[in-house]
């Protein structure tokens, strides 16, 4: 649905590339999550596809369209196809809800019947029927946000942009947008591009991510493979973040390890076990129990000693769970 050859962008003022030599592309259907640090790019990776920034070098191909070859109109029947939230919500402040939402349709040339019918449509798919005749000033950040969607959609776009969609608003509310979000994806079949700088965003809604770092992917795949076991440091350091998993382990001896237990290792009572068998002792550094998406997974951070270690390892790998010595990460 949208490839990125080898794409780069310097702007103007700019001097160093906001973007280099990036790759990556987005198959239809899927939630696709971006992640980077403040500055990283990922602004201006989401604005190239619906052509709100050209690109310096590269090709972003969206839909079958390469977005900078295509002209005035070309462009406004794409951004049809895209539809775009954003953190502050840009909604029009002297409008209501529904002149908000009805505005692309308008801008489109719909009919006023096809406009009405079909804004009622979309306040009921985000919950907002009651608040019609509000103003945004008179609603709470996630209702404006909900706005924003419904306007998003208003054109019937297959590709929903989310520029730091949640960023802006509490937990709960942010839960509930993700929530609502989420059924888009699974209810209408959008194809999704978002971008974060919270981990916990990827990790809830997204199907793959791409983790940015000046400019540069430093990291791209599945949710569970770059959640469970980075391998940039940058990722490595959202994933932290988002744990709260400590970075340090002062005082403790032993071989450190983090395990990964999903699926049916989840249920098995394999640490008592592998003690009991191999005579090791354990400390617990750190653990959580979490979902990607779906799926319901633990990790335990341990420093193991005594008896033997190596046996243990392999052990709890026999049992369906991974391993990874963090004897060396864990003091980076
Ligand atoms: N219009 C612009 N003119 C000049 N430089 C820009 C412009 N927009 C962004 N940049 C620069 O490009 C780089 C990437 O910015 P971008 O906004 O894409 O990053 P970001 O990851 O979205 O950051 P943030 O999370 O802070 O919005 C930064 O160095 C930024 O200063």
């Given at each position: 649905?949208?490839?990125f050859?080898?794409v780069s962008?310097?702007?103007?003022q700019?001097?160093?590339?906001a973007l280099?030599?990036?790759?990556l592309?987005v ?5 696709f ?6 500055g990283?790019?990922k602004?201006t990776l989401i604005?190239l ?6 690109p ?9 369209d390469?977005?900078?070859?295509l002209?005035v109109e ?5 951004r049809?196809r895209v539809g775009m939230?954003?953190?502050h919500?840009n909604?029009l402040?002297?409008k209501?809800?529904?002149q ?6 308008k801008l489109a040339g719909?009919?006023?019947?096809e406009?009405?019918?079909r ?9 907002l029927t009651a608040?019609?005749d509000?103003?945004p000033a ?5 209702q404006k ?7 998003a959609?208003a054109t ?17 509310t942010?839960?509930?947008i993700l929530?609502?979000i ?5 209810e209408?079949g959008?194809?999704i591009?978002?971008?974060t ?8 809604v997204c199907?793959?991510v791409?983790?940015?770092?000046a400019?540069r ?8 493979d770059?959640f469970?076991?980075?391998?940039s440091?940058?990722?490595?350091r959202?994933?932290r973040?988002a ?6 382990a002062?005082?403790?001896?032993g071989r450190?390890v983090?395990?990964?237990?999903k699926?049916?290792a ?5 640490l ?9 002792d354990?400390s617990?550094l ?11 997974y633990?990790?335990l ?8 270690v190596?046996a ?6 026999a049992?369906g769970?991974?391993?990874?010595d963090?004897?060396?990460e864990?003091?980076?």
């Amino acid at each position: 649905m949208i490839t990125f050859q080898d794409v780069s962008k310097t702007y103007a003022q700019g001097g160093h590339a906001a973007l280099s030599a990036v790759s990556l592309s987005v198959a239809a259907g899927e939630v696709f999550g971006v992640i980077g640090a403040s500055g990283a790019g990922k602004s201006t990776l989401i604005r190239l596809i619906n052509g709100l920034e050209t690109p310096t070098g590269g090709r972003v191909i969206v839909d079958g369209d390469d977005v900078d070859a295509l002209g005035v109109e070309g462009l406004r029947a794409l951004r049809r196809r895209v539809g775009m939230i954003f953190q502050h919500f840009n909604l029009l402040s002297g409008k209501t809800v529904a002149q908000n939402v009805a505005f692309p349709l308008k801008l489109a040339g719909r009919p006023a019947a096809e406009v009405k019918a079909r804004t009622s449509e979309l306040l009921e798919r985000v919950g907002l029927t009651a608040h019609a005749d509000k103003y945004p000033a008179q609603l709470s950040g996630g209702q404006k946000q909900r706005v924003g969607i419904a306007r998003a959609l208003a054109t019937g776009p297959k590709v929903l942009l989310c520029d730091e969609a949640t960023s802006a608003l509490d937990p709960e509310t942010t839960e509930q947008i993700l929530d609502l979000i989420s059924g888009l994806n699974r209810e209408l079949g959008l194809t999704i591009v978002l971008i974060t700088h919270e981990m916990d965003v990827v990790r809830r809604v997204c199907d793959r991510v791409a983790v940015l770092e000046a400019g540069r992917v430093v990291e791209e795949g599945a949710v569970e493979d770059v959640f469970l076991h980075p391998t940039s440091d940058t990722a490595r350091r959202f994933v932290r973040e988002a744990d709260g998993e400590a970075a340090t382990a002062p005082g403790v001896g032993g071989r450190l390890v983090r395990l990964t237990f999903k699926g049916e290792a989840t249920y098995k009572p394999v640490l008592g076990e592998v003690a009991r068998v191999t005579g090791v002792d354990y400390s617990i550094l750190g653990g959580r129990i979490h979902r990607l998406r779906e799926t319901p997974y633990g990790q335990l951070t341990l420093a193991l000693t005594g008896g033997d270690v190596d046996a243990a390892i392999k052990s709890f790998e026999a049992s369906g769970v991974r391993v990874d010595d963090l004897t060396g990460e864990i003091a980076r």
